[in-house]
């Protein structure tokens, strides 16, 4: 039996702004990108996403292009009157992004009430399950008791808790909303996937040793901060290991650097390999995804380096 993470998020139709000014059309999101690119990497797994899509043709093509990537579809659900979000993304001369979204009436934000007591049953025989602080936020707030549900009912099982808090301001109707949430997602955590700016923003917090010092009140047994080009950071049992990275110098477009990160990270750890390869082989997954347009870079450009980056 092969083993299953599962990935609960939004994917929404993503309209690319080209240079020329056309605008070309593909699916994406935090989660699902992370599940596509873990899938990519370590295909024996098993990549379950959780989400929620609508009855409509777009629908349909967003769960067939899931297929493509090979990422298992059993926990799809589907709303009776929902279709799923959008948004348009243009990239600045330094790859940076701006986003424009229609998503507040999204099918996705339906996912929790939409899941059957089969598919919780299946879920909780996972090893992994993944969310993100972009999941949670764009659940209402009426949902988010059935997400701690759900959670306990995982650990409970023994399914392990990974969280990226992925925080986005305008997700959020103010700061105190999100802390409240994220004390409860860090609660339930076994493993943390932030970054510096999420810290930075949301708590004020700056350094490497403020972060791990916050953190140390829960129970979360490994935490990789995401600083961007400068280093990465290890922080188990209370102590810091930090990692060099070698920077980009041609970053096109910044769109699921952590992302990418993530998937890989999280694929490696399934697969048995740990600590610094697994960290050098999530960073040069990342620093290739950068390189290119769109949340999703061409399969063959990604498998291409993968099969060297496996053997170096």
Known sequence: MMSRIVLMGECMAELLQLETGLLQQSFAGDVFNTAVYLKRAFPQLDTCLLTAVGQDSLSD??????????????????SPDKIPGLYWIKTDAQGERSFTYWRNDSAARQVLRLLTTTHIEKIAQAEYFFFSGISLA????????????????????GVKIVFDPNYRSRLWGNPEEAKVNFDQAFGFSDLLLPGVDDFMQ?????????????????????????????????????????????PVSNVVDTTSAGDSFNGVYLGAKM?????????????????????????????????????EALIS
């Open 61 to 78: 093509s967003m769960v067939d292009f899931f297929a493509q990537e090979n990422i298992d579809t059993q926990f799809i659900c589907r």
């Open 271 to 307: 697969a048995g390999i740990a600590g610094e390869r697994a960290l050098a082989l999530a960073a040069k997954s990342a620093a290739v995804v950068i390189q290119h347009r769109g949340a999703i870079i061409p399969a063959p450009i990604f498998q291409e380096f993968w099969t």
């Open 138 to 157: 764009v659940i209402p707030a009426a949902d988010r008791d059935l997400l701690w549900l759900l959670l306990a009912r995982l650990k409970e099982a």
């Open 202 to 246: 949301l708590y004020g917090l700056n350094t490497i040793e403020s972060i791990n010092d916050f953190l140390s009140k829960y129970s979360v047994s490994e935490v990789v901060v995401k600083n961007g080009p400068e280093e990465l950071c290890l922080l188990r049992e209370g102590k810091i290991h930090r990692y060099a990275i070698t």
